[in-house]
């Protein structure tokens, strides 16, 4: 309990700049320790290895178990516009897939992938436009974390479902960034 | 750019789903994942395989981004942005050939013509951006591993922007 009131302390004290909001979503989701040294670009402090594999599988986890959040957030709450509802749905559907995988390739290798959050940290959510924008941030957030994390795997098996995984982070992302205006050219 | 108050096209198509499906089946059956490598994806026994297998992807998305932009003037832009993104990210390839001591290779071929084809293009650009996944369990370096998911990253997003394109045209009849 107390972890968790630091992870939401932590969330709510960070200034906000692209690798800030990452990790303060990584934070929120309660991503250990030293992957969260591995984000801030301290890559030197895991070094490829079974226990480094362990520990980016229950990072990834607590990602997606977040991302999942938001989007069954938005779509309880009916927040996404009509037009892109499809898009959030299909979304979900792809990062419970992910999530899926990895706690399967954890449990494995004899790992615990930490279970979900009942609630995550997220900014105001008052309409459609304030939905795609959390959409698009934890989207951002696990482009950054997968792109970060991947050249640190040393199993071949999680290294490429981590890297087709993070093709599909992209397209949610570039969706997201379409819809908002955003350059994506 | 429409905002998303206007945005009402469907979900994104991806073309021809064979690879698609792929990706579908890797990310989501964790049995066979968890036991091993995703069945059907490419397993490339050496650096200069992948590498040179993505140059021979590479080369029939950079013939068909020119043949695009040399037909469809509203397309200029978009093909130049992606050719130079593709061009840096052949420079890249060189510069780890270099550093891992393997020959530079000539480019692949390809029908100097390629058919104006959006379908097609998108299915060149999603075999492009699937070999980059495959080819980084070839490479030890972290670094080399870094470079080429850069590189992916790129490819998966311009495989995105196409195929918001497509659904556009088809929401468009």
Known sequence: ?185 | MPTSREWTAPLASTGDRSRRDLLRAAASASVALALGAPSGAADYASPAEALRAIDAFEAEVVARLEALGRSVAPARAFASSLLRDLERHRRGREATRRRLGLGIEEPARVSPAAPLDLRALHGAQEKLAYAHAEALPAFADPRDVRSLARHMVDAARHLAVTALWLDAEEERG
């Open chain 1, 1 to 185: 309990m107390a972890e968790r009131a630091d992870a939401l302390g932590a969330y709510r004290a960070l200034p906000v700049s692209r690798r800030e909001t990452l990790l303060r979503l990584g934070r929120g989701a309660g991503v250990a320790a030293p992957v969260l040294g591995l984000l801030q670009g301290k890559a030197a402090a895991l070094p490829k290895g079974d226990d480094t594999d362990l520990a980016i599988l229950d990072a990834s986890v607590a990602l997606e178990h977040q991302a999942i959040w938001v989007y069954d957030e938005g779509l309880r709450r009916n927040l996404f516009p009509a037009g892109l509802r499809s898009y959030a749905v299909e979304f979900r559907g792809d990062h419970q897939g992910h999530r899926d995988t990895q706690i399967a390739i954890a449990e494995e290798r004899g790992g615990q992938p930490p279970p979900a959050f009942s609630s995550y940290p997220v900014g105001t959510l008052r309409e459609g436009d304030d939905m795609i924008r959390e959409a698009l941030l934890i989207e951002e957030a696990a482009q950054s974390a997968y792109l970060a994390l991947v050249s640190r795997i040393r199993a071949r098996d999680y290294l490429l479902s981590a890297a087709f995984i993070l093709v599909d982070e992209v397209r949610h992302m570039t969706v997201w960034r379409r819809v908002r205006g955003l350059r994506i050219y």
